[in-house]
């Protein structure tokens, strides 16, 4: 592979053949692309990174919108698709580290999110071609679904917390955000 246009989470290699490098980012030892640009893999120097392009208003602190595209042990993914104070058509990959995700100990993120599930956290890194969001404190998901028929979830009555599905009545847990539902979403 040359320098060929990539998009979010395409395999570039592995961590044996490169050294990760700007607009990457490896999981299991597998480097993926973590931005939409070129890709620039080096094998004389072992080296890979993808140079990609931020939307320059992007500033700490901001607050994202986006969808969960994966979930992995260490790192959930997000497709931002509207930044506070920024203009425009947005679509760029952004991560939550397991330890972003709450103010408590999460051990396993698939029990605080679902794929396609809408959250909004807070910008607290931009490094490396990445942006790192965290969902402590009033963040997190505004707009859950199903996992198991996809219709959108509410706030159970009657466990604080929880959320169950008005179509199949399966009740899940999520890092629900405090305006859990009375967001207008994207
Ligand atoms: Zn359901």
């Known amino acids: 592979m040359g320098n060929e246009t990539t998009i979010i989470g395409d395999y570039l290699g592995t961590i ?16 993926y692309a973590s931005n939409i640009g070129r890709a620039i893999l080096d094998p004389e120097n072992h080296t890979a990174r993808v140079d990609g392009k931020f939307p320059s208003e992007l500033k700490i602190g901001q ?21 506070q104070g920024v203009k425009g058509k947005i679509d760029v990959r952004t991560g939550i580290y397991v330890s972003n995700i709450s103010d408590g100990y999460v051990e396993r993120p698939e029990d ?24 402590k404190g009033e963040f997190g998901v505004v707009k859950a679904f199903c996992k ?7 706030e159970s009555e009657k466990f604080e917390g929880k959320l169950v599905c008005p179509s199949c009545g ?14 207008a979403v994207i």
């Open 112 to 135: 605080m999110f679902g794929i396609g599930d809408i959250v909004k956290g807070k910008v607290i890194k931009i490094e490396s071609g990445m942006i790192d969001l965290s969902t």
């Open 63 to 83: 607050v994202v919108f986006g969808d969960i595209l994966n979930i992995r042990k260490n790192i959930v993914t997000i497709i931002a698709r509207k930044i």
């Open 170 to 183: 399966h009740r899940e847990q999520r890092k629900i955000a405090k305006d859990y539902g009375n967001v």
């Open 16 to 31: 044996e053949e490169f050294v990760p490098g700007e607009g990457t980012y490896s999981d299991d030892g597998k480097i």
């Open 148 to 154: 198991r028929c996809r219709y959108p979830l509410v």
